[in-house]
């Protein structure tokens, strides 16, 4: 879908009515989560699935992440293992996927899991999520609201930049709050961690009172963790740097003089994860090399260091 014109539509009740309509009737439309904006359409349908993949270029072999408004629905879609039960009932609304076991007769569209027996879901916390999952009343398939490969977006400002002319309408409701994507949880039969995300491994592990298998790389890409180059700014990037060297714009953390901008002053993780992709933005928009500073390795903090060092990695 190129060259439509995107409408930006306003968070209230009748812009979520028309993003439902859009999506009834096989269109795209990008809507705010906690975690960041996702390029949602009808998961039961083929034709507005095969959609996003072109308008992110994204490669087919990526699964999506369908959203749902009940843990009813989810239910329905994709069969629960007792500590999958117990993750959404601690977590759910909130930044947690569950790959599940897909029920045959759930209608979704093959494409969305790319032919996987296997389904990603979520219910996410944003209130306008919730509304617009609930006056469209099915599943919703959404990646992020990005290119493929750019980085991921926390305001309706970075969707348009990447996807104007390419969809039919995005849902405008301010900055995402948790700022990383969901965390994603596989259960193989292990309970297994496939992306480090918005809700820290260790509270993942303190509900299910067993650490979590950490999947190792394989052939068959099935978390964007597998794509080693992804979330990529225009410009090169330099990780855990002290300090800046010539032409650098410095991303601090932590109390930093030279910092251009800064994750957390004050060190906090949190801060730092719903700063992440806003300040990659703006610095990608300088078009100058990059350094970034340390960021402890726990809590937030391993998603924060997982997507800078992909935002770092080799270009294809
Ligand atoms: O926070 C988020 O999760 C955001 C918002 C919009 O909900 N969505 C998001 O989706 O990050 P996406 O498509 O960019 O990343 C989803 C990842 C995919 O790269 C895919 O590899 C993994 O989830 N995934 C989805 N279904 C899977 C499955 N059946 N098995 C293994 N991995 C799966
Ligand atoms: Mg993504």
Known sequence: MTDVSTRILDAQQAGINHAAEILRGGGLVAFPTETVYGLGADARDGRAVAQIYEAKGRPAFNPLIIHVATLEMAQEIAVFNDAAQRLADAFWPGPLTLVLPLRPNAGLSALVSAGLPTVGIRLPEHPVAQRLLAAFGGPVAAPSANRSGKISPTTAAHVAAGLS?????????????????????????????????????EAIEACLGTPLASHTASETPNAPGQLTS???????LRLNAQTKRAGELKLGFGPDSEADLNLSRSGDLIEAAA?????LHELDAQNTPIAVASIPAKGLGLAINDRLSRAAAPRP
Do not use: K, M, W
Request: charged share 10%; with cysteine; proline share 8%.
């Open 230 to 236: 992804h979330y990529a700014p225009t410009a090169a």
């Open 165 to 201: 002319g390419r969809i039919d309408a995005i849902l405008d409701a301010g900055a995402c709050s948790v700022g990383l994507e969901s965390s994603i949880i596989g259960f193989d039969p292990v309970p297994t961690l496939l992306r480090t995300g918005g809700l820290p491994v």
């Open 275 to 279: 700063n992440l992709f806003q300040y």
